[in-house]
């Protein structure tokens, strides 16, 4: 296979956030996708920590991230475990529905785990959509190509998109 194929698929970049308790919890996720009008697929490395935290919590947030979103935030969700560390001590962040949400976002879904299906690496967890609002209206979502070639952002191992 050429896994260059691969790059040509297109995705946003998003926070996935839970709890660990009443701990916030989280990180970063580009493989979401709307598979019916009320529910989302998002693929979870087994080995994050958000993927256990998940599966206790039985619930959700989606944080939608727009092309200004600082590369710190990326950074601390994204490539560091909230096994080890409060990631969200440093990220401005509002309640909802008792979740975590990223603040400086366009906006925001609240999910239901309803079911999922395991891979070999990663589990796809079905999400119910139980809300959502938008949190801003001039921001432009972030693709996934734009944080690679404008933002020089890179992906982590876990990512299932990352091909070596
Ligand atoms: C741009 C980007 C995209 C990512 N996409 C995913 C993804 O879709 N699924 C996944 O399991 N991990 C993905 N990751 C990796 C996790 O965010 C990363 O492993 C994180 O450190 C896990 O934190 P945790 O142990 O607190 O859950 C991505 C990371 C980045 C930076």
Redo the contacts with the bound molecule.
């Keep these: 296979m050429d896994k260059n194929v691969l790059r040509n698929l297109s995705y946003g970049?998003y926070a996935v956030s839970t709890l660990d308790g009443d701990r916030a919890?989280?990180?970063?996720?580009?493989?979401?996708i709307q598979v019916t009008y009320d529910t989302v697929a998002?693929?979870?490395?087994h080995?994050?920590?958000?993927?256990e935290c998940m599966e206790k919590t039985g619930k959700f947030s989606i944080s939608i991230f727009g092309e200004d979103i600082e590369m710190n935030t990326?950074a601390f969700?994204?490539?560091?475990?909230?096994?080890d560390r409060n990631?969200f001590d440093k990220i401005e962040t509002i309640t909802v529905d008792g979740l975590p949400v990223v603040k400086n976002s366009v906006g925001y879904l609240i999910c239901d785990l309803v079911d999922k299906l395991d891979t070999e690496t990663?589990t796809i967890f079905l999400g119910k959509i139980t809300g959502g609002e938008m949190l801003s209206d001039s921001k432009t979502p972030m693709t996934?190509d734009y944080?690679h070639k404008v933002k020089k952002?890179?992906?982590?191992k876990?990512?299932?998109?990352y091909l070596g």
């Design positions: 970049v919890v989280g990180c970063i996720a580009n493989s979401i998002v693929s979870m490395n080995e994050n920590f958000t993927h990326i969700l994204g490539f560091q475990s909230g096994k990631k990663h996934y944080y952002g890179n992906s982590p876990k990512a299932p998109t």
